[in-house]
């Protein structure tokens, strides 16, 4: 499967006067191997908090707990001179962890055992429902 962290978006939530922002990441994937049959679709984009990536990674550590995962590129940027975080919507920043995410999922893929994981596979493809599958599991 072919995997890319495309692009960053800036969005907001909450009514007029109470404004979150936060950023999202679009993932596309296309399935190279004709014979796999776990994936949803062939072609397929879907947009990603970074919290999203948090709960997989924390999903797949209970999960796998004999497996070294990747880890995931920073939440905040924290400068060590200066002991507080800067501007999370930085642009240099958001790229810097996009591809950082897209690293993460690459080796996630590479993996002979967690690539076949169907919420792994559900978290590149399944637009819907996906959050709700992993609290299924019990584990968070």
Request: charged share 25%; aromatic share 14%; hydrophobic share 40%.
């Amino acid at each position: 499967m072919e995997i890319c962290v495309t692009e960053a978006e800036k969005r907001e939530t909450g009514a007029l006067n109470v404004r979150d922002f936060y950023t999202v990441y679009l993932i596309e994937t296309k399935v190279t191997d004709t014979n796999w049959n776990g994936a949803l679709t062939q072609l397929s984009s879907i947009w990603r908090r970074y919290s999203e990536f948090e709960l997989l990674r924390n999903y797949l550590e209970l999960t796998y707990p004999y497996i070294v995962l990747p880890p995931l590129p920073e939440k905040k940027v924290m400068y060590a001179w200066q002991k507080v975080a800067s501007d999370t919507f930085d642009p240099d920043f958001v790229d810097r962890r996009r591809a950082g995410l897209e690293n993460f999922l690459l080796r996630v893929a590479s993996h002979p055992i967690l690539s076949y994981d169907h919420l792994f596979v559900g978290f590149l493809q399944q637009a819907v429902g996906w959050r709700e599958n992993i609290k299924e599991t019990g584990e968070l």
